[in-house]
């Protein structure tokens, strides 16, 4: 099995949010005692309809009137904030050190702990700008999840209790409201995941029928995606239809990208060296191949609801030069209609990706971005900020026209396109 560096590992296969929160984002233990266990069928589906309940608890005081969620797992003291904007400061953008042109990044105006005090952001473009999703850890440890409007106010506001079992999970964000959850180790069930509908009062939530540790959570419109601890087992749970699908046995992908009723990942089948780019289609039912590009591999698979992009390249030992193919957006290898963008510098599976608006980012390596124009195949090799601590990237959070959002070891970045310079012409590659 091949080896990897530890920057791309953290790229491509970020684990616990604890590692030292420093190089990591996801809410989540690793215990000896989870339950979990990959599917023994292609795609096992289990029906149940989301159920709704209404958090009264007493509030525990203060001017944010913090009210425990009845939802939560018992024992963790998750409260939510009635009045959030008084539960975190408003968000805030710095501009970046090094005098780079056009980018920003979050302030950390709250007391933080650690390096960076923040994990890897959700970010959702609106008409008005961008609403987003931070997981933020407090002076003395305390968690906090928060989502704040397109405006930079706290819309919503969860905090954690000092149990050292209890993990809030990361944020998730939805046109129609948002994710949360909270797990425990050593109880059973370890673990419950709501919605929050954004019509509906604070509290009162659609609950999602999985119970089982989960390692890794990503959220969308319509889809969550669930990684059982330990990574042997991918679930997805489709809000329309409230089934639960669980990816089949020995299931080992990145991280999925969720569009619509669709995820999108790559498989390695049966080991690092082959990634493979696989979909779950709400179309479908379940789990299937993507793209069908024998004897080749497959390095990075990428979709939002216009666009469904990929890198297909040769078998040999990474980084290897790849080309980057685009269709109209697909989640079945029926439903692709391939074209060519470009060729692509060498680049080894790469899981830190967004598309949006007709652009294309990813993870180059530990510190570079790759941005590609989609309509015309120019690409820009975006180096991070100049500041001197050692921080690699970690996340590509989201881009569109104007921005591209993503996460280093340490901050939160916003890099405007209009200032990134000439770029490459399709027919060019960076040094």
């Avoid at 706290?154 to 998730?172: D, H, M, W």
């Avoid at 999985?210 to 995606?225: M, N």
């Avoid at 957006?329 to 790469?350: D, I």
């Avoid at 180096?383 to 280093?408: E, R």
């Amino acid at each position: 099995m091949r080896t990897l560096t530890p920057h791309t590992l953290a790229i491509l296969f970020c684990g616990a949010l604890f590692c030292s929160l420093g190089c990591s984002d996801e809410a989540v233990p690793t215990s000896a005692s989870s339950s979990g266990g990959g599917a023994d069928t292609s795609s096992t589906t289990t029906s149940t309809s989301a159920s709704t309940t209404t958090t009264t608890g007493t509030g525990s005081g203060g001017d944010a009137e913090w009210t425990y969620a009845d939802w939560a797992v018992p024992g963790c003291g998750i409260e939510y904030a009635k009045r959030p904007e008084l539960a975190f400061p408003a968000l805030e953008w710095e501009e970046c050190p090094g005098d780079v042109a056009g980018c920003e990044r979050i302030k950390k105006n709250w007391p933080h702990e650690g390096v960076s005090g923040m994990g890897n952001p959700a970010v959702m473009g609106t008409a008005n700008g961008h609403a987003i999703g931070l997981f933020v850890k407090l002076e003395q440890l305390e968690p906090r999840l928060v989502y704040f409007s397109d405006k930079g106010e706290p819309e919503a506001v969860y905090k954690q209790g000092t149990n050292s079992n209890c993990f809030l999970t990361r944020p998730a964000l939805s046109v129609d409201g948002h994710w949360v959850g909270s797990q425990r180790l050593e109880v059973d069930p370890p673990s419950r995941f709501a919605f929050q509908p954004r019509s509906a009062p604070a509290g009162q939530v659609e609950m999602v029928p999985f119970d089982q540790l989960s390692q890794f959570q990503r959220g969308g419109d319509e889809l969550l995606a669930l990684q059982l601890d330990f990574g042997v087992g991918w679930y997805i749970y489709d809000r329309v239809t409230g089934q639960v699908h669980a990816a089949p046995a020995d299931f080992t992908a990145t991280n999925p990208t969720l569009s619509g009723g669709s995820a999108f990942m790559l498989r390695f089948d049966p080991d690092l060296d082959s990634p493979k780019a696989w979909a779950f289609s709400r179309q479908s039912g379940g789990f299937a191949r993507l793209i069908n590009n024998d004897p080749g591999v497959v390095l990075a698979v990428h979709a939002d609801a216009q666009d469904l992009v990929w890198i297909e390249a040769s078998p040999g030992a990474w980084p290897v030069p790849g080309t980057l193919r685009r269709s109209p957006f697909a989640a079945t290898a029926a439903g692709v209609v391939p074209t060519t963008v470009r060729p692509m510098p060498p680049l080894g599976p790469v899981e830190a990706g967004a598309v949006g608006d007709g652009y294309y980012a990813l993870a180059g390596d530990g510190y570079h971005i790759f941005v590609v124009r989609l309509a015309d195949g120019r690409l820009w090799k975006m180096p991070l900020p100049p500041t001197n601590d050692g921080a690699y990237l970690h996340h590509v959070s989201h881009v569109d026209a104007t921005y591209v959002f993503y996460k280093t070891s340490t901050h939160v970045y916003r890099q405007r396109l209009d200032q990134l310079g000439p770029g490459y012409a399709a027919n060019e590659l960076p040094p």
